[in-house]
């Protein structure tokens, strides 16, 4: 049974740059064929899918903040990291790591959230 | 981004069935057959309980069923239980580069 756990800081200033952690356990995340995902959930709204990395370093983003946005994988570590820069209030949110089934088209994990809020 | 539309909130006794709506548009419930069901207790981790429309990942209870007509998608808890209680979002595939949309979420409360 994989787990994923998210880590991070829990306050970031505006402008500066959020930096989060998954750490997957149960399961190498290079093995298998899966997508490793990142989903937020804003305060009184509802769940955004933002981006994926793929087992083998592939990306993909919502356009969103794409620009914004990086997802990167640490295999010694089985960690994948999300790095978002130029914060504003509207990136608080809850963000959620999740897995996908590369031929799947839905998330069967997904770790507890870690709550980021973005103020000065 | 848009979002698909849920009931804010559906309530039961226990025993009861209960039914929540999802209704989407043609770029995604309704053209495809990947509507997935998560459960969320408060402060823990959305939990998988349909996919794929109607289909049920082991291990959760088959009180939990799936449906869809046109571009709704339904789920049904059926003898609902106080451990039921907790918000419900649905999600879709969708053909737009967000690759996937989220349900606006709903609250299920056992009375």
């Known amino acids: 049974q994989v787990h994923l756990q998210e880590s991070g800081p829990g306050l970031v200033k505006p402008s500066q740059t959020l930096s989060l952690t998954c750490t997957v356990s149960?399961?190498?995340?290079?093995?298998?064929?899966?997508?490793w995902n990142w989903i937020r959930q804003s305060p009184g709204k509802g769940l955004e899918w933002i981006g994926y990395?793929?087992?083998?370093?592939?990306?993909y983003y919502s356009p969103s903040p794409r620009s914004r946005m990086t997802i990167s994988l640490d295999t010694s570590k089985n960690q994948f990291s999300l790095k978002l820069t130029s914060v504003t209030a509207a990136d608080t949110a809850v963000y959620f790591c999740?897995?996908?089934?590369?031929?799947?088209?839905?998330?069967?994990?997904w770790g507890q959230g870690a709550l980021v809020t973005v103020s000065s | 981004q848009p979002a698909l539309t849920q009931p804010a909130s559906v309530s039961g006794s226990p025993g009861q069935a209960i039914t929540i709506s999802c209704s989407g548009t043609?770029?995604?419930?309704?053209?495809?057959?990947?509507v997935s069901w998560y459960q969320q207790h408060p402060g823990k981790a959305p939990k998988l309980i349909i996919h794929?429309?109607?289909k049920r990942p082991s291990g959760v209870s088959d009180r939990f069923s799936g449906s869809k007509s046109g571009n709704t998608a339904s789920l049904t808890i059926s003898g609902l239980q106080a451990e039921d209680e907790a918000d419900y979002y649905c999600?879709?595939?969708?053909?737009?580069?967000?690759?996937?949309?989220f349900g606006t979420g709903t609250k299920v409360s056992v009375l």
């Open positions: 794929d429309v109607s």
């Open positions: 043609s770029s995604d419930v309704g053209v495809y057959d990947y």
């Open positions: 149960g399961g190498s995340i290079t093995s298998g064929n899966y997508y």
């Open positions: 999740a897995r996908e089934g590369a031929m799947d088209a839905f998330f069967d994990s």
């Open positions: 990395i793929s087992h083998n370093g592939r990306t």
């Open positions: 999600s879709s595939y969708t053909s737009s580069t967000v690759r996937y949309v």
